[in-house]
């Protein structure tokens, strides 16, 4: 393999936070379409993608792309692909699918064909009739959208949002590249302080943290193609050694994470130590009505509790309230809040300077952003 087309998948609403991403590990040849990212790279930048991607949900390398509105065609063509290039004859190679407005309709009958056709082609090239599927694992996945069928293998493994930090949570946690792509949006800085007054498990304060720090959201796990013969552990080892030698350990932030419940920070300061970035949070169990900052600017980023979490509308409906009085204290500062509600900005008390849309899971929720005044430029 030299030039490979790769696909980095995300939720909705992130796929230009991806695109960024991408462009700023050097892969300028992307094309951004709804849940996806399509870029170009050699074996080395399946490594660095999955270790450096922290706003996509996974990276899927993309075996080939075509029409088919009859079995026959999705068995001929599949078959026609390169598949023994890349899989070993001792692979395993199950076959997951999906199928949207297509002839095709047939989950289960498409992953059978596509399973049927790479057997085909690897007999040819191996030489066997049979495959036991003892070794390596690569999970391929049959796409069909609109009558084009589009052929992958997952490259990652568990999803990017499983950083291997997060040893325990509390409540519904907030998805690690969620979290990520709230503090991206909110083009907070290292030299800006950072608090979130409902910090629950840490995956704001710790996400930021490791933003601040350059630290590579995949670092500390593995994943499913490092045991790929076709990559080689060399491509991997240099990866890595890139992650250690862009971290800036040295950096020194100012984040802070508060909530009332004593087990949530608990919680909250474990998986900052698994992260690495114990000493660049002060967590602390706090009512948020006592919430304050000595510092004249900086940028409040939450996911506060809302109806499908907490259950008590009225609940949710009062503390957006209090929250529209506390934050105007410190009325420098800007504020990102997530929210499910559709009338946050009327509980809240002051519409947003802008607002974006985004899932947290299942749940469409908006991202309310309050700008404050900038600080001075520093001389």
């Not at 930090?165 to 792509?181: F, K, M």
């Not at 670092?219 to 250690?244: L, Y």
């Not at 800036?248 to 900052?272: E, P």
């Not at 009062?318 to 929250?323: A, D, F, I, P, S």
Request: charged residues 30%; glycine residues 6%.
């Amino acid at each position: 393999m030299s030039k490979l087309e790769l696909i980095a998948t995300s939720t909705f609403g992130l796929e230009a936070l991806v695109a960024q991403e991408l462009k700023d590990l050097g892969y300028d040849d992307t094309k951004v379409e709804n849940g996806r990212v399509t870029f170009t790279g050699n074996e080395s930048a399946i490594c660095r993608a999955n270790l450096w991607l922290r706003t996509a949900d996974r990276v899927r390398l993309k075996v080939g792309e075509f029409k088919a509105t009859t079995f026959d065609e999705l068995f001929e063509n599949t078959k026609t692909l390169p598949w023994p290039d890349i899989i070993p004859a001792d692979a395993a190679f199950p076959v997951d699918g999906k199928s949207v407005q297509s002839t095709l309709f047939s989950i289960s009958d498409c992953q059978a064909i596509v399973k049927k056709a790479v057997v085909e082609s690897m007999k040819k090239r191996y030489k066997k009739e049979w495959f036991e599927e003892k070794g390596p694992l690569y999970k391929l996945e049959v796409s069909m959208l609109k009558d084009v069928a589009t052929l992958t293998i997952d490259t990652s493994g568990d999803g990017l949002h499983k950083r291997g930090y997060r040893i325990t949570g509390s409540g519904a946690p907030l998805r690690e590249n969620l979290a990520a792509a709230m503090v991206l949006i909110a083009r907070w800085q290292p030299d800006i302080a950072l608090i979130d007054p409902f910090c629950g498990s840490g995956t704001i304060p710790i996400e930021a943290a490791m933003i601040g720090m350059n630290l590579a959201p995949g670092m500390n796990r593995n994943f499913i193609s490092e045991k790929w013969p076709v990559i080689g552990q060399d491509f991997w080892r240099e990866a890595r050694r890139e992650t250690h030698e862009n971290a800036k350990y040295d950096n020194k932030l100012d984040i802070t994470g508060t909530d009332l419940d004593q087990k949530a920070v608990d919680i909250a300061r474990k998986n900052a130590v698994e992260a690495g970035v114990e000493d660049e949070i002060h967590f602390q169990v706090m009512p948020f009505s006592e919430l304050s900052s000595k510092k004249k600017y900086g940028k409040i980023i939450c996911n506060p509790p809302y109806g499908e979490r907490l259950g008590n509308m009225q609940e949710v409906e009062n503390l957006y309230r209090e929250m529209g009085k506390v934050f105007k204290r410190l009325d420098t500062w800007s504020f990102y809040i997530l929210s499910a509600h559709e009338r946050f900005e009327n509980h809240y008390g002051k519409r947003a300077s802008k607002r974006r849309k985004l899932y947290h899971g299942n749940i469409k929720v908006q991202y309310y952003q309050y700008f404050g005044p900038r600080p001075p430029r520093k001389i």
